[in-house]
């Protein structure tokens, strides 16, 4: 049971390039969401899923797209890179659609756009 | 004012003391809380929900105060894995999106 892994770990990109961070998780959980974390901020949720085909906006969704084909993948999508989508990512699930339930969360993607 | 605000540290601590830290919310609303741990550039994990009676995990103990709006956590006889940051989260409402995250508190432990 690997639980939410995400590739890549680490990503230099040059503002205007495009690029996708999988997510896959196999605990068969419905609810997937990638959020960012930057120096001294509190993650931000970027875009959530609530199971295949559904999709939401979060607090930060601009600049980002996401998809959700199937319960395992989560795919975020940088449409075109700024220097401010320098962050780490992460991408997480959880079983049930209540936030007191426990979020499980990939190791992360250091992205840096230059 | 921030929606979740904790002292960003680090506290430094030898080891065997105790620590503890709060987290101030501003919507009295928030209907759960949490605290999260997150090793050097790893992922968050979640250490203990916080219970309005309080709830207590070995070492550590977390508490809620509703009419000053802030929670805490106590962690005693520190060890020196405990080094980490300390993330405070606050649910608004039941969905993920109402979940609002601080910035976290860096605590330290010395040998």
């Known amino acids: 049971n690997a639980g939410v892994t995400q590739t890549p770990k680490f990503q230099v990109l040059k503002t205007g390039q495009s690029m996708t961070l999988q997510c896959a998780q196999d605990?068969?959980?419905?609810?997937m969401s990638w959020y960012r974390q930057d120096p001294g901020m509190g993650l931000r949720l970027i875009h959530y899923s609530v199971g295949a085909g559904i999709t939401d906006q979060g607090e930060v969704p601009n600049g980002y797209n996401v998809s959700r084909s199937t319960t395992e993948d989560f795919p975020l999508r940088l449409l075109s890179a700024a220097p401010s989508q320098t962050s780490v990512y992460f991408c997480a699930s959880r079983n049930s659609p209540y936030g007191t339930d426990t979020q499980y969360f990939g190791p992360g993607t250091r992205l840096t756009v230059l | 004012r921030k929606e979740v605000e904790q002292d960003p540290g680090p506290f430094n601590v030898p080891e065997g003391a105790t620590v503890a830290f709060n987290c101030t919310y501003s919507?009295?609303?928030?209907?759960?809380f949490f605290w999260y741990r997150q090793d050097c550039r790893k992922e968050p994990k979640l250490l203990m929900s916080v219970y309005s009676s309080g709830n207590e995990d070995g070492r550590f103990t977390a508490q809620l105060n509703r009419a000053s709006q802030y929670i805490s956590l106590l962690i005693r006889d520190s060890k020196l894995s405990d080094s980490a940051t300390y993330l405070c989260?606050?649910?608004?409402?039941?969905?993920?999106?109402?979940?609002?995250w601080g910035a976290g508190t860096k605590l330290i432990i010395k040998p």
């Open positions: 919507n009295s609303a928030s209907q759960s």
């Open positions: 605990m068969n959980h419905e609810y």
């Open positions: 989260v606050v649910n608004m409402g039941d969905s993920n999106y109402q979940l609002i």
